[in-house]
DNA sequence: AATATATCAACATAAATTTATAGGAATTAT
DNA sequence: ATAATTCCTATAAATTTATGTTGATATATT
């Protein structure tokens, strides 16, 4: 009903990835790895990332040896822009974005509940960063270490 | 990048202009109305309608002189029930409802991330009844009516 | 200088899903 | 009977998701 696209999901995963080689070195990191990496298609990586290029998210390094690498430090890359850069809006109707989307908006009674669900949205990923993420994941794997899987 | 579905938003649309019947009369509301008052095919409307049905947020009534009613009153049906009726669901990615759809769950520096955003708006729509919605509605009309457009 | 490695760019296409329309069968009040 | 209405199934159109192809450009390494 209410679904991130892939793009957006797909388009947080890698900035997670690309944080992660960003505190290890500041080597870039290449598409290949972050598709063996999360399990994306290259080819999918190469349309997603374009925005995020755009958007000065991240800076690319051509040729051999090359790479991308995060524009920014995780704590300066807050979740809300890589969403915004990869589709332009955070949300969860057009209509808020543009009035001219619905004429009915003046009496329409579900406008402000959409609106109000957008801002609780916008205001959450407002506050989280890059880091939040790298934080959770890091977090998340050193747990696994310590706990093997049994069986 | 986060949008709700069509038939989220014409659903709940749906359901409110029910509502505003509901509280004027007990009789049937028929689709014909609803999409000449909202703009939706009647089409498109009657699919709508079927989980809404299932789900018994409304009833129908068939045959000439027949239409839909709610099965409750606006206070007791959430916005939270009419979005899950539509879909299933209301996580803003599937691995939250399905956690073997992603198998990196476990290392994902993501997935608390969208766990968070849904559960604050699960509990922004918890909250949110049709009574809500209604009353938004007829407050607009009502400013829209004392204060008649110029020009 | 030649080679290998990468991004970059512009397409093209295919599969899946969402959005929307269409035709007619079944049901019921009049 | 007839008209009104839901109900059911099919299909079309649009969008999203994903892969494929070709080749240009930039750069490190040999």
């Not at 506050?127 to 794997?141: H, Y």
Request: proline share 3%; charged share 30%; aromatic share 6%.
């Amino acid at each position: 009903m209410i679904k991130l696209s892939t793009k957006g999901r797909y388009g947080t995963r890698l900035m997670v990835n690309l944080a992660r080689h960003y505190k290890n070195s500041n080597e870039p990191t290449i598409l290949k790895n972050v598709s063996e990496e999360e399990g994306i298609s290259i080819r999918y990586l190469e349309q997603i990332i374009i925005p995020l290029k755009i958007n000065r998210l991240v800076k690319s390094i051509r040729g051999a040896g090359g790479g991308y690498i995060l524009a920014r430090k995780p704590t300066e890359i807050k979740i809300c822009d890589i969403l915004h850069a990869l589709e332009g809006s955070c949300s969860l109707v057009e209509c808020i974005e543009d009035e001219t989307f619905c004429e009915k908006i003046k009496t329409c009674g579900t406008y402000e509940i959409w609106k109000g669900a957008t801002e609780l949205l916008r205001n959450y990923f407002e506050k989280l960063t890059l880091q939040d993420a790298l934080e959770i994941c890091e977090k998340k794997i050193s747990a696994a270490k310590k706990r093997p899987k049994i069986k």
